[in-house]
């Protein structure tokens, strides 16, 4: 099955009930598509001439809401970094998958009373998603500066021994400190070149204290070893080594300076770490929450769209079509065959692409002779 639905209406006469049957036994018999009645309430009309604004609301929040979740799914891909397998168990509606949701659907009254004015369950589905996108800018700013600026000190330490910090790398006794005279300085040293730095380095300057190098820290192409000498003679040591291509490190241990490097390294760390679960919470709750208000959002757009098509009183039936792969422009032929008819129904001039009926969906392409809507599950694609 694909992760695409198709959610459609015709009305309720027998005829049409007819209609759907022939569908519902074509689709079966050729294994188009597995499809299932959608239970939409009766909700209260109003004017025609309200329903026409409704319908244009309607399909932009539907745009926005569909942006909205799949950038929270997105969200939840970066969030989750080395457990990326695992995203689809957080991606639920309810609790359960977005298939079995879909297909389950149940209009919740609780939350969306069906007694009340359409226009008043549109705007308390336009103020949650509102107030949703708000969080979620709120949330995911504060997590990726903290996640910027712990890459920035991770890239610190991931760099070769010219430019990585040393903070993690160094101690406090590789060093002479605090001598008026002494000085100890870094210096890299290619590997093929070990052997004939132990036997040179001593005699590379004046004043370079015997035996005082020492290999602290290694990586693909060399080794930063420490040496001491007379404060005096660095000058003269960083050119001869330079020569010998040895190259010395502009490196002076700071305690105080490394110690809040790592103090910082390792309080962002916590941070992250403090962060993580609560927002992975929050965009598992959230991401239910508006993909549950998307669905009741389709729900609402196909009773808008088959009043406003099929007139009054309201007598429609609603199904959802979830298409086999490769069996789409099929399933379209078989459809547009079964409800032809419907043509006559709506007015001859829909079907001229330049005429605009406001309310009416009728960018040519998506024009059927039934009231069709398109749900997409490939959230992350």
């Known amino acids: 099955m694909s992760s695409e639905f198709w959610l459609i209406s015709a009305p309720g006469d027998k005829e049409n009930l007819q209609a759907l049957e022939r569908m519902n036994t074509v689709t079966s018999k050729s294994n188009l598509s597995h499809n299932t009645k959608f239970a939409i309430p009766d909700f209260k009309v109003g004017t025609l001439d309200s329903l026409v604004g409704l319908s244009d609301e309607l399909g932009k929040l539907d745009s926005f809401t569909e942006s909205l979740i ?86 610190k330490s991931s760099g070769n021994l010219f430019t990585r910090t040393l903070a993690d790398i160094v101690n406090k006794e590789d060093f002479v400190l605090d001598s008026e005279y002494l000085i100890t300085l870094l210096v890299i040293v290619p590997k093929p070149n070990y052997s004939q730095w132990q036997k040179r380095y001593e005699s590379l300057s004046d004043m370079v204290v015997p035996r005082s190098t020492k290999l602290i820290a290694e990586d693909n192409e060399g080794g930063l070893f420490t040496v001491t000498m007379f404060r005096k003679v660095i000058n003269d040591f960083k050119a001869k080594a330079k020569e010998n291509k040895f190259i010395v490190r502009e490196f002076f241990y700071d305690e105080k300076e490394i110690k809040t490097e790592r103090e910082e390294m390792t309080k962002l760390l916590s941070e992250k770490k403090q962060q993580y679960g609560p927002l992975l919470r929050w965009l598992k709750v959230n991401f239910s929450e508006a993909f549950i208000a998307w669905i009741h959002l389709k729900a609402l757009r196909v009773f808008v769209e088959s009043v406003l098509r099929y007139g009054l009183p309201v007598n429609f039936q609603a199904v959802l079509l979830q298409p086999h792969k490769k069996a789409t422009k099929r399933l379209r032929e078989v459809l547009n065959s079964v409800f032809k008819h419907l043509d006559e129904v709506a007015a001859a001039s829909i079907l001229d692409a330049s005429v605009d009926i406001p309310g009416i969906q009728l960018n040519n392409q998506d024009y059927f002779p039934y009231v069709y809507f398109h749900i997409d599950l490939s959230l992350l694609d």
């Open 70 to 155: 799949k950038k929270m799914a997105q969200c939840v891909v970066e969030v989750m970094e080395d457990a990326k397998g695992r995203v689809h168990e957080n991606l639920l509606a309810n609790g359960v998958d977005l298939t079995s949701f879909v297909t389950h659907f149940e209009w919740d009254m609780a939350k969306y009373p069906a007694k009340q004015p359409l226009v008043a369950v549109v705007d308390t589905l336009a103020k949650q998603l509102a107030q949703i996108e708000t969080d979620l800018k709120a949330r995911t700013a504060a997590y990726s500066t903290l996640k910027g600026n712990l890459e920035n000190l991770e890239k």
